[in-house]
Nanobody
Framework: QLQLVESGGGLVQAGGSLRVSCAAS????????MGWFRQAPGKEREFVAA????????AYADSVKGRFTISRDNAKNTVYLQMNNLKPADTAVYYCAGRQGIRVHTTTQEYNYWGQGTQVTVSS
């Protein structure tokens, strides 16, 4: 089982950078696929990025490719999302998610564990 806590959200100007983190507790983090999702007001939760348990496999939404980077530190039980060249359209609550397994998944239905979310606001 995983308990997930996000941090690092905030307010940033367009073109700026921000890194959000997700600290996990539980013995299964190092064998879990981890993902980041986001939800803007009035919209459905959408996939942002995911990373396999070893860090060797990653996946990104087309809207963030080349701007966002997902990474993990299994020794610290933490997954990160580095966000560069932020746009107002990136404004949302960002959620960390996890699941056991090998394959990297990109849909909300595939993840069992969720954090409470952290707000990211990008001003124009």
């Amino acid at each position: 089982q995983l308990q997930l806590v996000e941090s690092g959200g905030g307010l940033v100007q367009a073109g700026g950078s921000l890194r959000v983190s997700c600290a996990a507790s539980g013995r299964t983090f190092s064998t879990s696929v981890m993902g980041w999702f986001r939800q803007a007001p009035g919209k459905e939760r959408e996939f942002v990025a995911a990373i396999g348990w070893s860090g060797g496999s990653t996946a990104y939404a087309d809207s963030v490719k080349g701007r966002f980077t997902i990474s993990r530190d299994n020794a610290k039980n933490t997954v990160y999302l580095q966000m560069n060249n932020l746009k107002p359209a990136d404004t949302a609550v960002y959620y960390c998610a996890g699941r056991q397994g090998i394959r990297v998944h990109t849909t909300t239905q595939e993840y069992n564990y969720w954090g409470q979310g952290t707000q990211v606001t990008v001003s124009s």
